[in-house]
T-cell receptor, first 117, second 110 residues
Framework: GAVVSQHPSWVICKSGTSVKIECRSL??????MFWYRQFPKQSLMLMAT?????????EQGVEKDKFLINHASLTLSTLTVTSAHPEDSSFYIC?????????????FGPGTRLTVT | AQRVTQPEKLLSVFKGAPVELKCNYS??????LFWYVQYSRQRLQLLLR??SRESIKGFTADLNKGETSFHLKKPFAQEEDSAMYYC????????????FGAGTRLAVHP
């Protein structure tokens, strides 16, 4: 139980276009989801906290108008990278806070690799 | 501000050798500490958390509030332990968000 999926797993887009990444909790409800960015051989950097039915909370230095987050339901959060540029190329990971029945924890998705050309 | 420090980028050991991955944190309150593991081409997964005080896959970690440390230990490393290990914390008022360390790559050689 407690599986998180992301779609797509990888995407290539042209500079200036927008890309949407979906994060779904498949078998549990998550009032809170988190979006991270991971550069090669580096740690996860929290970008924002997404709460169902409310505006996302962005970490310092993250452009909220560039990285649009929507958490429309208890099982789905989306991250849209608007007007993407090559420097936005990265590995984006989501997590969902919930429980498989025992303890509450963050369950991580497999990540989405974005390449902007 | 909260911070997690993992001083070693790479820890290389031979199979059967003891392993200790270091983690220090800075937070004035009482944090909750975690170790996450990421095997090659797999997603991040929780290895253990300090409040559980359990051993997972032979790994243990004890929270030392005096030294603000949460080192991960295993007495006899196995090749399948080779992975990226991240120490992380959550804190009161942080709404369950995780603060990650830089990670340590453990390489266990035959």
């Amino acid at each position: 139980g407690a599986v998180v999926s992301q779609h797509p797993s990888w995407v290539i887009c042209k500079s200036g276009t927008s890309v949407k990444i979906e994060c779904r909790s498949l078998d549990f409800q998550a009032t809170t989801m988190f979006w991270y960015r991971q550069f090669p051989k580096q740690s996860l950097m929290l970008m924002a906290t997404s709460n169902e039915g409310s505006k996302a909370t962005y970490e310092q230095g993250v452009e909220k108008d560039k990285f649009l987050i929507n958490h429309a339901s208890l099982t789905l959060s989306t991250l849209t990278v608007t007007s993407a540029h090559p420097e936005d190329s990265s590995f984006y990971i989501c997590s969902a806070y919930g429980t498989s029945g025992l303890t509450y924890e963050q369950y991580f998705g497999p990540g989405t690799r974005l390449t902007v050309t | 501000a909260q911070r997690v420090t993992q001083p070693e980028k790479l820890l290389s050991v031979f199979k059967g050798a003891p392993v200790e991955l270091k983690c220090n944190y800075s937070y004035s309150g009482s944090p909750e500490l975690f170790w996450y593991v990421q095997y090659s081409r797999q997603r991040l997964q929780l290895l253990l958390r300090h409040i559980s005080r359990e051993s997972i896959k032979g790994f243990t970690a004890d929270l030392n509030k005096g030294e603000t440390s949460f080192h991960l230990k295993k007495p006899f490393a196995q090749e399948e332990d080779s992975a990226m290990y991240y120490c992380a914390l959550t804190f009161s008022g942080g709404y369950n968000k995780l603060i990650f360390g830089a990670g340590t790559r453990l390489a266990v050689h035959p």
